[in-house]
Nanobody, 124 residues
Framework: QVQLVESGGGLVQTGGSLRLSCAVS????????MGWFRQAPRKERECVAA????????YYADSVKGRFTISRDNAKNTVYLQLNSLRPEDTAVYYC?????????????????WGQGTQVTVSS
């Protein structure tokens, strides 16, 4: 069974940084497109970043371009999300997810496996 465990969330002031990690077990990590999603209260879940399986191609939502960086370490079965220049509107629960089918997608339905989420709170 594939399991994803996020860590690294917390409370930070505006302009601060955090690094989220997502450790994957129970499957072949290098076969997965990995995505980071977030969901704020009363809002839909959205993809903020995704990274392809082999060639490192990435996607970023417009709202986080230039501030967030997704990366993966296939030797450690881990995907990361570096969050810089954080804003109060970045406050949300952040989830990592794994897609074993696509090349690179932001579609929630394409992701088969999900972590439990980690809270990121940015104070003003």
């Amino acid at each position: 069974q594939v399991q994803l465990v996020e860590s690294g969330g917390g409370l930070v002031q505006t302009g601060g940084s955090l690094r989220l990690s997502c450790a994957v077990s129970g499957g072949t990590f290098s076969n997965y497109v990995m995505g980071w999603f977030r969901q704020a209260p009363r809002k839909e879940r959205e993809c903020v970043a995704a990274i392809s399986r082999y060639d490192g191609r990435t996607y970023y939502a417009d709202s986080v371009k230039g501030r967030f960086t997704i990366s993966r370490d296939n030797a450690k079965n881990t995907v990361y999300l570096q969050l810089n220049s954080l804003r109060p509107e970045d406050t949300a629960v952040y989830y990592c997810a794994a897609d074993p089918h696509s090349y690179l997608t932001i579609t929630i339905e394409a992701y088969d496996y999900w972590g439990q989420g980690t809270q990121v709170t940015v104070s003003s």
